[in-house]
């Protein structure tokens, strides 16, 4: 097989538009934009590069006004942030807050009189900008969440918060859980008056388009297939595999994750005449909802996105840490979210020696297991895994399902597309085979959350019996076959797996698909009526398929392909 397809800059033209690239570029649009007495105002996704915009914007020469001036002091901020932040290294609360939440009425009004007082064009810039001066010409800066992750390795701060030294881990705690959650619900209120909207990943080189042609590029997205752009995070379990299928720097120790389906962190590339642009990839589900998502699962889930493909990479690495994930009772009165993980294992690739560890032996005492993995943690002595814990043999294209609950790792030398609910964090590690991370430090362990959702009736048969390949044939016909290779009852997610060795046109189903290329060399999709072009997928890539997509044409590259498809159920 030809491993060398593998794109990782998938991107979209947008035709019609035009983007600027550079400073110089960007002001002088900008200059345009706020005329003689004009006011811009510059709304900062947390996460952006602070000072550089500021300072790059200030080289226009207008009046400047830091709207974060009007939010209530540092540590008034973290009062009332506290209860959601918590004190766990990982898990925070959700909550309700909003930007208005945090910032001063009368200092807004204030600014506002400062800044109507100016003889000629001002800016008022931040996070929260928009709430200062909504009437000013909008210019948003976003920002991904990979890339914010990526900063907060490099010393970028939570906003509002003095914390550039502190780990990772608290720190995407703190936006994922209240920061993003805020600035996100802001967004959404400001796409229809975005006049401009910037990208600022690559210091230095801001890329800027008109509103029109963001919203232009949001609509294709969410009328079209289209891919994410991938991004690849070593672990200390981490293997080769994507080194080699996805075409990843061989100098690196290992790619233990590669996360191609999963709008709130990833990105999307817009093109826009000669200059391609990043954009987050939840923009589309903010802004468009429901040609994207369909209407029974946006009914259900609101404006999220809630299926999750990414790969887990343990060829010639070691075994992922045992672990469950939260019951949705456990995920909605501990965390406050309103679904949970449910997930699965489809093994795209693996070693002879590949496991799966699944669900607990016949006969295990919760106390004595429970007993057994605190003593491990306190003392640093092995824990007997395969005491308590089912250990099945892993192959090619097996598909392992794991509802919340359900106790699970996947063992080393196993290529893992795990398809999952959006709840991404939830992860209550039990037992992390006595190693620690790559920081050095012990990876955190959640025991106390683990024995609270453990379901301690998924043992060796019943696990036999519903989670291990529960394969049924769907059609058969000539050049085609369609299999339901789950999930569980307990969740939400249907998957199909189609194996074509022609062109065969599917019906919508009402819902958004995401779905990958399992097998084979690349497929093209594309519209009996031509009502989007012809797109071309490659081996292990992720693709999203709209529920505005009311039929399409899947046509294999070479003899044969395979495509795996997840979607909401009816």
Not at 151 to 161: D, H, S
Not at 284 to 312: K, M, N, Q, S, T
Not at 346 to 369: F, N
Not at 447 to 454: A, F, L, N, S, T
Request: hydrophobic share 35%; aromatic share 12%.
């Amino acid at each position: 097989m030809n491993y060398g397809n593998f794109d990782k800059y998938p991107e979209k033209k947008v035709p019609g538009y035009q983007a600027v690239e550079g400073w110089e570029a960007v002001r002088r649009v900008l200059r345009g934009a706020a005329g003689e007495t004009g006011v811009l105002t510059a709304e900062f996704y947390p996460g952006v590069w602070r000072q550089e915009l500021v300072e790059e914007l200030g080289r226009l020469g207008f009046a400047m006004f830091d709207a974060e001036r009007c939010a209530m002091p540092d540590e008034d901020y973290q009062r009332r942030i506290a209860e959601f932040v918590t004190d766990d290294r990982v898990f925070g609360v959700m909550n309700t807050l909003r930007l208005e939440d945090v910032y001063d009425p009368e200092k807004i009004e204030a600014m506002r009189q400062e800044i109507r007082a100016c003889k000629g064009p001002a800016i008022v810039y931040g996070t929260g900008a928009s709430l200062v001066m909504p009437e000013g010409t909008l210019v948003y800066f976003d920002m991904p969440r990979w890339e914010i992750q990526c900063r907060f390795q490099k010393g970028l701060a939570n906003w509002k918060t003095d914390n550039a030294d502190e780990e990772k881990l608290r720190k995407f705690k703190r936006g994922y859980f209240v920061e993003w959650r805020m600035a996100d619900r802001r967004k959404k209120r400001l796409f229809e008056t975005m006049a401009y909207v910037v990208d600022t990943v690559i210091p230095g080189c801001p890329k800027m388009v008109e509103g029109a042609g963001f919203r232009a590029g949001l609509e294709k997205l969410a009328r079209e297939p289209f891919r994410l752009v991938p991004y690849y995070a070593p672990e200390v379990w981490g293997g080769q595999w994507m080194k080699e299928v996805c075409g990843l720097d061989r100098r690196q120790k290992n790619y233990a994750w590669a996360f191609d389906g999963v709008p709130e962190e990833n990105s999307v590339f817009l093109r826009f005449g000669p200059v391609r642009m990043e954009f987050p990839a939840v923009d589309v589900v903010f802004y468009r909802p429901h040609p994207l998502l369909g209407e029974r699962v946006h009914a259900r889930f609101g404006d999220e996105f809630p299926i999750r493909f990414d790969f887990l990479d343990t060829m010639d690495g070691q075994n992922l840490s045992l672990q469950v994930h939260p019951l949705t009772e456990y995920i909605q009165n501990t965390f406050g979210m309103h679904y949970t993980q449910d997930e699965s294992y489809y093994i795209l690739d693996c070693g002879e020696d590949a496991v799966v560890y699944l669900g607990l032996k016949e006969g295990v005492s919760p106390q004595e297991m429970l007993g057994a993995l605190r003593h491990a943690q306190k003392t640093g002595e092995t824990f007997d895994t395969l005491r308590y814990v089912n250990q099945w043999p892993a192959k090619k294209h097996d598909h392992f399902l794991i509802p919340a609950g359900t106790i699970h790792c996947s063992g080393k030398n196993a290529m893992v597309l795990e398809i999952s609910a959006t709840p991404y964090i939830f992860t209550f590690k039990l037992w992390d085979w006595g190693r620690v991370g790559l920081d050095g430090r012990p990876r955190p362990v959640h025991i106390d959350h683990g024995e609270q959702v453990i379901q301690w009736d998924r043992t060796t048969r019943w696990v036999r019996e519903n989670l291990v390949n529960r394969i049924d044939t769907v059609e058969q016909q000539e050049g085609f076959t369609e299999e339901r290779t789950g999930l569980h009852e307990r969740e939400f997610i249907e998957t199909r797996r189609d194996t074509l060795e022609r062109p065969h046109v599917f019906a919508g189903n009402g819902s958004v698909q995401m779905c990958n290329l399992v097998d084979g060399e690349g497929a093209v999709i594309s519209s009996p009526d031509g009502r989007f072009p012809d797109y071309c997928v490659h081996y292990a890539e992720t693709f999203i398929l709209p529920a505005s997509l009311h039929s399409f044409v899947i046509r294999p590259l070479g003899d044969s392909c395979t495509v795996l498809r997840a979607y909401v159920r009816g």
